[in-house]
């Protein structure tokens, strides 16, 4: 009981440390943008990216939350069959819940396996009897893939999405292949068209980052 007390112990400290620095950073002033964009793509840029920002902060929040509730359970000897069970059930159902949101969102690939990492940790954990540990990491793999499955629906509401259809497309600030690069965009990630120039097309991605891409490195989803 007292080393899983340790191991929790550090756990709720790399959280209050990881957590309080996540929740107090402002987030980074946006790119200077093309002229080129008018004013509702700025809205709707600002709008998503508040929006990202915010479900990040509250799966920190909810992992502190699940970090403090999973020390007390420790320190009251909260353990046994009950609790195993407990653990063992969520660790199914978010096995489920992380392989679905990875089907939808193939785009992010290294979050959706970052999960599956957390719940491989969650299994050892349980496999050495210490159920409030597996509990807390599993409940950090579902907020993941919670994220994954609001992205997805973000870009199911958006008929017109296109995707990157190489292994991976630059983003640029102006449309030319002699501007600045602000971004590399992976494979099958989503963008939003927002206009055209020639063989260039404006986008937008989920994560609010704007620039041109080369209209045939896009494809429809």
Request: net charge neutral; charged share 30%.
């Amino acid at each position: 009981m007292r080393s899983t007390g340790v191991c929790i112990s550090g756990l709720l400290a790399a959280s209050l440390a990881w957590s309080g620095c996540a929740l107090l950073a402002p987030p980074p002033p946006p790119a200077p943008a093309p002229e080129r964009l008018d004013a509702s793509v700025y809205r709707r840029v600002a709008t998503e990216r508040a929006e990202v920002l915010e479900r990040e902060n509250e799966r920190l929040r909810a992992d502190l939350r699940a970090a403090e509730e999973t020390l007390l359970a420790v320190e009251s000897g909260m353990r046994g069959t009950q609790k195993r069970a407990e653990a063992v059930s969520m660790l199914a159902e978010a096995r489920i819940q992380v392989d679905r949101a990875a089907a939808r969102t193939p785009w992010r690939r290294a979050t959706a396996a970052e999960a599956r990492e957390k719940l491989d940790e969650a299994e050892r954990q349980l496999t050495d009897g210490h159920f409030g540990s597996a509990i807390f990491f599993v409940s950090r793999a579902s907020r993941i893939a919670a994220g994954l499955d609001a992205e997805a629906d973000l870009v199911s509401r958006s008929p017109g999405a296109r995707s990157v259809k190489p292994h991976r497309a630059n983003l640029r600030a102006e449309p030319n292949t002699e501007s600045d690069v602000l971004a590399v965009l992976s494979e099958d990630l989503p963008v939003f068209v927002e206009g055209n120039e020639g063989e260039w097309a404006l986008v937008r991605t989920v994560s609010g980052q704007v620039g041109w891409v080369r209209g045939d490195l896009l494809a429809t989803r």
